[in-house]
T-cell receptor, first 115, second 116 residues
Framework: AQSVAQPEDQVNVAEGNPLTVKCTYS??????LFWYVQYPNRGLQFLLK??????LVKGSYGFEAEFNKSQTSFHLKKPSALVSDSALYFC?????????????FGKGTKLSVIP | GAGVSQSPSNKVTEKGKDVELRCDPI?????LYWYRQSLGQGLEFLIY????????KSGLPSDRFSAERTGGSVSTLTIQRTQQEDSAVYLC??????????????FGDGTRLSIL
C-alpha cells in the first residue's frame, strides 16, 4: 500500500519570506512524486514531479522540491513567497512498478501568504 | 485551450434523484480518472479507464455509483438515488501515456455537487 502525509493543514508565511510545505510518503518500491496546486473553485494544477535523477526538482512558478530517500520526504519550497501563491497544495505518490497507476494524494496544505 | 472539460460546473439536486456528471478529456489522452474531493479532505480515487481495457472500479463507494467511457473519450459518472453524503466536488483527470508512466494527470475544474 502507498500513502502520503502532509503534516500541516495550514502554513502561514509573510510575503517575500521562504516557504516550505512538507510531505512524507510510503511506497513499497521506488516512488514517483508529484506536487499539485489548487486555487479556489478550480481543479488541481501540476507543479512538478520527481521520477529519478537529481534530488532537487524545479517546477512552475519558481517552486522546487527536494527528494530525500532516507527521510521519505518530498518537501515543496520557494525562496520568496508571493501573495498569489496562496492556495491549497497537494502532494501525491505512485509506485514506479509496472502496472501501477493509482496516485495517492495527501489531504492538502493550505498556504496563506500574508502581505 | 484544450484542457479537461467537466460539466456541469455546479449541480444542486434533491436527495433521491439521479445525477450525471460529464468529463471530456484532453484529446488523445488514453487514461481517464474520476476523483471525489470532500471538504477538508484529499482526493478519493473512484474509477480509472485506460483505453479499451476494463475499468478499475475499485474506488467506487457503493453500487449507486457507476461510470462509463464511450468511444475512449467522453466519460459520464452517474450517481443514483443520491444521498447527502454524496455532496462533494467530483474531479476528472486525464493523462497521455500508459498506466505506469510518469506523466502527470491533468485535471478539470470539477463539478460541485450539492444534495439537499
Amino acid at each position: 500500500a502507498q500513502s502520503v502525509a502532509q503534516p500541516e493543514d495550514q502554513v502561514n508565511v509573510a510575503e517575500g519570506n521562504p516557504l516550505t510545505v512538507k510531505c512524507t510518503y510510503s511506497v513499497s518500491g521506488n516512488p514517483y512524486l508529484f506536487w499539485y496546486v489548487q486555487y479556489p473553485n478550480r481543479g488541481l494544477q501540476f507543479l512538478l514531479k520527481y521520477i529519478t535523477g537529481d534530488n532537487l526538482v524545479k517546477g512552475s512558478y519558481g517552486f522546487e522540491a527536494e527528494f530525500n530517500k532516507s527521510q521519505t520526504s518530498f518537501h515543496l519550497k520557494k525562496p520568496s513567497a508571493l501573495v498569489s501563491d496562496s492556495a491549497l497544495y497537494f502532494c501525491a505518490v505512485r509506485d514506479s512498478g509496472a502496472g501501477s497507476y493509482q496516485l495517492t494524494f495527501g489531504k492538502g496544505t493550505k498556504l496563506s501568504v500574508i502581505p | 485551450g484544450a484542457g479537461v472539460s467537466q460539466s456541469p460546473s455546479n449541480k444542486v439536486t434533491e436527495k433521491g434523484k439521479d445525477v450525471e456528471l460529464r468529463c471530456d478529456p484532453i484529446s488523445g489522452h488514453t487514461a481517464l480518472y474520476w476523483y471525489r474531493q470532500s471538504l477538508g479532505q484529499g482526493l478519493e480515487f473512484l474509477i480509472y479507464f485506460q483505453g479499451n481495457s476494463a475499468p478499475d472500479k475499485s474506488g467506487l463507494p457503493s453500487d449507486r455509483f457507476s461510470a462509463e467511457r464511450t468511444g475512449g473519450s467522453v466519460s459520464t459518472l452517474t450517481i443514483q438515488r443520491t444521498q447527502q453524503e454524496d455532496s462533494a466536488v467530483y474531479l476528472c483527470a486525464s493523462s497521455s501515456r500508459p498506466p505506469n508512466s510518469n506523466q502527470p494527470q491533468h485535471f478539470g475544474d470539477g463539478t460541485r455537487l450539492s444534495i439537499l
